[in-house]
């Protein structure tokens, strides 16, 4: 049968200043796509995977297990994520991860967690880092996805992609690499748009009332879009 476990682990290794004050613990979670022989079994599995797991990162991210909620799941949930699969779905065991969510957890609500969690770090300590209980799988490389923004008061649009979005909801404060951010500025064409045409679209000079609408490669209006009407670069 095909389960997904949501799961939280109190880490073993913390990341959190606050943490060494004794204010909160430093947690961790994540769902995991199984398939198992029963409720209990899918239970067994993820808390044995999420012992001493590694991230997507190479980070270790094992720790005391505190919460589980486990739920029987259709096959169907899982149609589109098969390139995220890292084993066949038919097979008993993890099949797939979803990333995983930092936070942290008031220390009084962790209390029957402690003892556990200090002969783990003790551990740590004095051996190291034991060998991995489950390894995150990297995500697959994609391609940028095209998309075009369409001004609902002038019907005028400009053709963008992730990268350009991405970009412009992230701002100029964010870290990146002079690669990375000399190729999101060769791109950035949605944030003028959007200065133009939302909430007061310059061009018709009124109100965008529907806003900007996105629209995907595979949605009938992308070729419906007049070429006339294509905003370059250079008109912003």
Not at 37 to 61: C, K, P, Q, T, W
Not at 100 to 114: P, R, Y
Not at 143 to 158: M, N, T, Y
Not at 178 to 202: N, S, T
Request: include cysteine; charged fraction near 25%.
């Amino acid at each position: 049968m095909i389960y997904r476990v949501h799961i939280v682990v109190l880490l073993a290794v913390p990341d959190c200043a606050l943490e060494s004050a004794g204010v909160v613990m430093d947690k961790v979670e994540y769902t995991l796509g199984i398939n198992a022989l029963d409720h209990a079994d899918a239970v067994n599995i993820a808390v044995a995977s999420a012992s001493n797991a590694m991230d997507r990162d190479g980070r270790f991210i094992g720790g005391v297990v505190i919460e589980t909620h486990c739920r029987c799941a259709n096959r169907e949930e899982y149609n589109g994520y098969e390139k995220y699969f890292h084993s066949p779905i038919e097979e008993h065991g993890v099949f797939y991860v979803s990333g995983t969510t930092w936070s942290t957890v008031a220390k009084e609500l962790t209390i029957e967690a402690h003892i556990e969690l200090k002969k783990i770090r003790e551990n740590i300590k004095k051996f190291g880092l034991p060998s991995p209980s489950f390894v995150h799988p990297k995500l697959p490389q994609e391609p940028p996805v095209k998309i075009r923004l369409l001004c609902s008061a002038c019907g005028h649009w400009v053709e963008v992609n992730s990268l350009g979005l991405i970009y412009m909801f992230m701002g100029r404060h964010v870290t990146f690499t002079d690669e990375e951010r000399e190729e999101l500025k060769a791109h950035d064409v949605a944030g003028p748009f959007m200065r133009r045409h939302f909430p007061h679209c310059e061009r018709a000079n009124k109100p965008c009332s529907d806003g900007i609408a996105g629209i995907h490669e595979d949605d009938e209006q992308w070729n419906k879009l007049h070429e006339a009407d294509e905003e370059e670069l250079g008109d912003f």
